[in-house]
T-cell receptor, first 112, second 116 residues
Framework: DTAVSQTPKYLVTQMGNDKSIKCEQNLGHDTMYWYKQDSKKFLKIMFSYNNKELIINETVPNRFSPKSPDKAHLNLHINSLELGDSAVYFC???????????FGQGTRLTVV | AQKITQTQPGMFVQEKEAVTLDCTYDTSDPSYGLFWYKQPSSGEMIFLIYQGSYDQQNATEGRYSLNFQKARKSANLVISASQLGDSAMYFCAMREAQDNFNKFYFGSGTKLNVKP
């Protein structure tokens, strides 16, 4: 069983569309994250949730809205997609105060 | 200031040799954790090794060891007996108590190529 799974793996869409990326973890972790990896491979945190509560929002445009229906899920909805949103989006989870974060396989979003 | 600095954009190593990937960090928090991740060309992020700021000994996980020099604020990854499958991007990361450990800061990565 995959520990952190996110879908879809690839997403190609037109500018202006709205899309969602889903993430689920079966590790029993308290904290979940969304990271964005740009074309230069730089990883930057977007959001962090702890027990369904938003903890960190790193100056992400409000077109991006995370939703955590329960501790095991953290979905990312993006409105009015722009070309600059093209990137790989990673979901991750970790135990509170724990060691490493475990990442999903990433979603490659391409906006055309 | 950058929290994590990786000064080697790319490295080459001969198969079966050891290689050191550099990482320096910047924090005033006495409690923090340091991590290394591997990202192969397939794209997934694989957790390799962890070092806590209060750990007395350097962390080791199989062929991976972390050379933790607290006074220098460095956390270099040493890969012994390199294998072709070690070719990948490697990221150093840190989380701090002041963020309640809720945020990982990543370096810019080092691309390692293992030559046969």
């Amino acid at each position: 069983d995959t520990a952190v799974s996110q879908t879809p793996k690839y997403l190609v869409t037109q500018m202006g569309n709205d899309k969602s990326i889903k993430c689920e973890q079966n590790l029993g972790h308290d904290t979940m994250y969304w990271y964005k990896q740009d074309s230069k491979k730089f990883l930057k945190i977007m959001f962090s949730y702890n027990n369904k509560e938003l903890i960190i929002n790193e100056t992400v445009p409000n077109r991006f809205s995370p939703k955590s229906p329960d501790k095991a899920h953290l979905n990312l909805h993006i409105n009015s997609l722009e070309l600059g949103d093209s990137a790989v989006y990673f979901c991750a989870s970790s135990r509170e105060g724990g060691r490493g974060a475990f990442f999903g396989q990433g979603t490659r979003l391409t906006v055309v | 200031a950058q929290k994590i600095t990786q000064t080697q954009p790319g490295m080459f190593v001969q198969e079966k040799e050891a290689v050191t990937l550099d990482c320096t960090y910047d924090t005033s928090d006495p409690s923090y954790g340091l991590f290394w991740y591997k990202q192969p060309s397939s794209g997934e992020m694989i957790f390799l090794i962890y070092q806590g700021s209060y750990d007395q000994q350097n962390a080791t996980e199989g062929r991976y060891s972390l050379n933790f020099q607290k006074a220098r604020k460095s956390a270099n990854l040493v890969i012994s007996a390199s294998q072709l499958g070690d070719s990948a991007m490697y990221f150093c990361a840190m989380r701090e108590a002041q963020d309640n450990f809720n945020k990982f800061y990543f370096g810019s990565g080092t691309k390692l190529n293992v030559k046969p």
